[in-house]
């Protein structure tokens, strides 16, 4: 089964979509009327796929897209009227993490949507099959996480009225939420990280997340190592601790 979240604000798309992805008879379906609930979902419902529409209240398109990249990396289709070819909305969009999208049509939506549907069916499997490389937005997810905010980040600002959406509404683990009160706190928290690399490894590192070791709880500490025997073409294992 591959599990499919439809994120739209519309009661009449939603119910379209998740009708005509039932009917396939291999789709679990879920549906949010917004990027602040489909972050909600996320966590629970581990989608396989995720259709995004752009404009939506409460947290739109784009904003949702930024922080799922971030925080849960899973493939998106963006599906919107504003995501046509060459617009800045899809552009926007690709770079900040989708791997498709779909133009949605105007009009006699429920005639529109039976000549769509082969098309977006389509688009949606194949998605279902991409696993987002680990590597992408790696040194914002790094930063993020150390709670260092990146200069010149691409992630959005997103309020709901005058309260910001806290992490609680963002499908991470109670364990992936107390990370940041406890650096706030001053609490320890015990773990080690370790990157693995090439030659080239080190340098990189450095350049990607300038200052990021020393936010790291405890004692932390780095250390590299070059093999003189290495299997391949591997070349070096660069570590980093953080007891």
């Known amino acids: 089964m ?9 009661p009449l798309m939603r119910k379209l979509l998740a009708t005509l992805f039932k009917a396939q008879g291999d789709f679990e379906v879920a549906v949010a009327r917004d990027g602040a609930e489909a972050l909600s979902m996320i ?3 581990e989608p396989d796929v995720v259709t995004l529409d752009i404009q939506m209240p409460v947290m739109d398109g784009l904003a949702c897209l930024d922080r799922i990249m971030l925080e849960r990396p899973c493939p998106v289709v963006m599906f919107s009227s504003l995501t046509e070819a060459g617009a800045k909305e899809t552009l926007d969009a690709i ?5 498709d999208f779909v133009t949605k049509p105007e009009g006699a939506i429920s005639l529109a949507m039976d000549e769509l549907s082969p ?3 389509e688009k949606i499997r194949a998605a279902a099959m991409v696993r987002p490389r680990s590597i992408v937005r790696l040194a914002e997810r790094v930063r993020r996480l150390a709670g260092e905010a990146a200069p010149g980040t691409r992630s959005r600002a997103v309020k709901t009225g005058a309260k910001a959406i806290s992490g609680a509404s963002s499908g991470l683990s109670e364990r992936d939420r107390a990370a940041p ?3 706030r706190s001053g609490a320890s928290l015990d773990g080690i990280v370790l990157v693995g690399t090439s030659t080239g490894g080190p340098p990189l590192w450095t350049r990607s997340c300038p200052g990021c070791l ?5 004692r932390s500490s780095s250390r590299s190592t070059c093999p003189r025997a290495s299997p391949g073409r591997w070349r070096g294992v660069s570590m980093v601790f953080a007891p």
């Open 95 to 99: 770079e900040l993490g989708a791997v």
């Open 181 to 183: 009160r406890a650096r």
């Open 2 to 10: 591959i599990k499919l979240l439809i994120v739209d604000d519309s």
């Open 214 to 218: 020393p936010r790291f709880p405890g």
């Open 43 to 45: 966590g629970d419902f």
């Open 119 to 121: 098309l977006l069916i």
